[in-house]
């Protein structure tokens, strides 16, 4: 199975509109970050989780020829608001869409025209909606287990694949939600940035919940703008990583 981090950047993205920041002028295209999203490939199945606004370029960049489902972890603007980019894949048939019922619901409701069969193939996305319970879902060889995140006053879901998961947005992972990562080898985790988030996790909490998980390979996504690519690597301890958009994790090697 191979996981590509599509995007790594807090809700603003960075660089952040009209800022001057030494991150946000910076020439490593590591302090690029686009909205949170992942590519997940085993063998032929092509999944995404989440489709934030820059989904049409992150699909370009990426060459996302096809998609077997999208798994939504919350309905925020930076993770949901690509999805009328969905009609690319949708063109011959429907697309099965998983996520939390809240966050379908809220789908049918922003965006109805999407959801269902429409005579515009083509011109508009055709989504299948399909909640997901704790029991989690099997597509194709993938068993994908929800893991219940706490963000803000909400709950939303991360997902497990076999030995990764990926958990974004959260402020908090209740001790249910730490058993069902027991065997996990890689986390790609929120980790706004050093100072304290209402409903994100700062890098020191990032980190002492990643060492109750005991992942070997400790990845930060949702950065801000406060963080510069290299410095960051430089100061993190051994496992722990800044991700970045383009990062390709082979779960294979690892
Ligand atoms: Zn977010
Ligand atoms: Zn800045
Ligand atoms: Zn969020």
Known sequence: MIVELLGTGTSHGVPRIGCDCPVCTSDDPRNKRMRCSAWIRDGDLSIVIDTGPEFRLQAIRSNIKHLDAVLYTHDHADHLNGIDDLRVYTEQRSLPV?????????????????????????????????????????????????????????????????????????????????????????????????????????FDEAMAIAKIIGAEKVYFTHLTHRNDHRQLEQTLPEGFYPAYDGLVIDMIKS
């Open 98 to 202: 998983y996520g939390p019922d809240e966050v379908l619901q809220d789908i049918s409701r922003r965006f109805p025209y999407a959801v269902g069969e429409n005579p515009w193939r083509g011109g508009l996305p055709q989504l299948q909606l399909h909640a997901i319970d704790q029991k989690g879902i099997v597509i194709g060889n993938m068993h994908i287990i929800p893991i219940p995140l706490i963000h803000g006053c909400r709950q939303v879901f991360g997902y497990r694949i076999g030995t990764f998961a990926y958990l974004t947005d959260c402020k908090s992972i209740p001790q249910t939600s730490v058993e069902l990562l027991e065997g996990v080898t890689t986390i790609v985790i929120d980790a706004l940035r050093q100072a304290e988030h209402p409903t994100h996790m700062n």
